[in-house]
């Protein structure tokens, strides 16, 4: 069984996100950077299914620039087998459909029986990138998965759908599948993980950039300002001056 996990660095839920002065992006020199905590599961599930089988290789896979091989040791580190960093300054934002053409090209001599996927990333959370990537590969996809099984050719996902209801899929092999956070409990590294990681590769791919569909024109942090407003008169005038506040300026009626 040959497993991808798709892992992304993100900034860390307590850093700063100082923007840039010409309001283009974030300022990622001033950011603490950390794995995707959806990918972290991903990562977890596919080590899982690799041990149950007693057999199989996980390899980790990140899209960006140089200080992304940092969440692909940890992954080694917590026991993928192999890296591969499909290098490029992702400044910005990557649409993605441009993202998981990266990953199909890079992917299409690697013959592998299953893809995952974080549900989405913590940054930009578009969700689509493992499904789209699915599709260019000729895969069977899934998504919001919340348990796995693999056998027999077919890996069977649990699924959340709304309401708190739950549908079971199977699916064919080879398959790309989107996990979703809690399916598992995921593992630290060890000190030998860590020490090992240093001598596992790490195949790094120069892709030629390609034209994207989407772009971000400007990034700011929204203004917001306070106004108390008192409302006298009788008990039918407030109620009224209420129903006319809720419907026409706060559009909750």
């Known amino acids: 069984m040959k497993i991808a ?5 993100v900034p860390g839920t307590e850093s700063p996100l100082p923007i840039q002065s010409n309001q283009n992006w974030v300022d990622e020199g001033a950011v603490a950077y950390v794995m995707n905590e959806s990918d ?6 596919a080590l899982q299914i690799r041990e149950a089988n007693d057999e199989g290789e996980v390899v980790a896979v990140s899209l960006g620039p140089d200080r992304s091989q940092k969440v692909i040791r940890e992954a080694l580190a917590k026991g993928a087998d192999r890296g591969i960093h499909i290098q490029l300054d992702t400044a910005g934002m990557i649409d993605p459909l441009v993202t998981a053409s990266y990953f199909a090209d ?20 578009m969700g ?11 895969m069977s996809t899934a998504s919001m998965a919340m348990a796995t099984e693999v056998g027999g050719g077919k ?28 399916l598992n409990v995921p593992r630290y590294p060890s000190l030998k993980g860590i020490m090992g990681a240093k001598k596992k590769e790490i195949k790094v791919v120069t892709p030629s950039v390609a034209n994207q569909s989407q772009s971000v024109e400007k990034v700011y942090v929204p203004q917001s300002d306070k106004q108390t407003v008192m409302i006298e008169g009788s008990v039918e005038q407030i109620v009224g001056k209420l129903v006319e506040t809720f419907r026409n300026e706060i559009k909750v009626l």
Do not use: C, H, M
């Open 155 to 182: 890996i069977k996902v649990k699924r959340e759908l709304e309401a708190g209801w739950f549908q079971w899929v199977s699916l064919s092999l080879p398959a790309s599948v989107s996990i979703q956070s809690g």
């Open 5 to 9: 996990v798709l892992v992304k660095q």
């Open 106 to 125: 890079t992917f299409k001599d690697e013959n592998f029986d299953l893809i995952f996927t974080g549900l989405q990333s913590d940054d930009l959370g």
């Open 40 to 45: 972290n599961y991903a990562l977890e599930e």
């Open 128 to 138: 689509q990138t493992g499904i789209i990537l699915g599709e260019l590969l000729g």
